[in-house]
């Protein structure tokens, strides 16, 4: 089992930067493809990322490709997401979550999940 703890939300404006970071418990952080979604208001949760156990094989949206960049840093039991040019779209309740397997693609299907982060992006 892991947690998953998401920080480094807030407010941005159109066109700035804001990174997140997904703290994970445990020792077997390095054994699950994690990834990142988002939720806004009266949306369902969509994917944005993934990434797998050991860095290789990144997936994005087609929304984000370009502008945001997923990480992580298995030594440190972590997963970032660098936003970049970020847009008023963005705006939303950023999560992460895990999941044991190989595969890296764009499902919702995740074992785990962090409480989410406000992403919020002024125009």
Do not use: H
Request: proline letters at 2%.
């Amino acid at each position: 089992q892991v947690q998953l703890v998401e920080s480094g939300g807030g407010l941005a404006q159109a066109g700035g930067s804001l990174r997140l970071s997904c703290a994970a418990s445990g020792r077997t952080f390095s054994s699950y493809t994690m990834g990142w979604f988002r939720q806004a208001p009266g949306k369902e949760r969509e994917f944005v990322a993934a990434i797998g156990r050991i860095g290789y094989g990144i997936v994005y949206t087609d929304s984000v490709k370009g502008r945001f960049t997923v990480s992580r840093d298995n030594a440190r039991n972590t997963l970032y997401l660098q936003m970049n040019s970020l847009k008023p779209e963005d705006t939303a309740v950023y999560y992460c979550a895990a999941r044991q397997t190989i595969v890296i693609d764009t499902s919702t299907k995740y074992d785990y999940w962090g409480q989410g982060t406000q992403v919020t992006v002024s125009s």
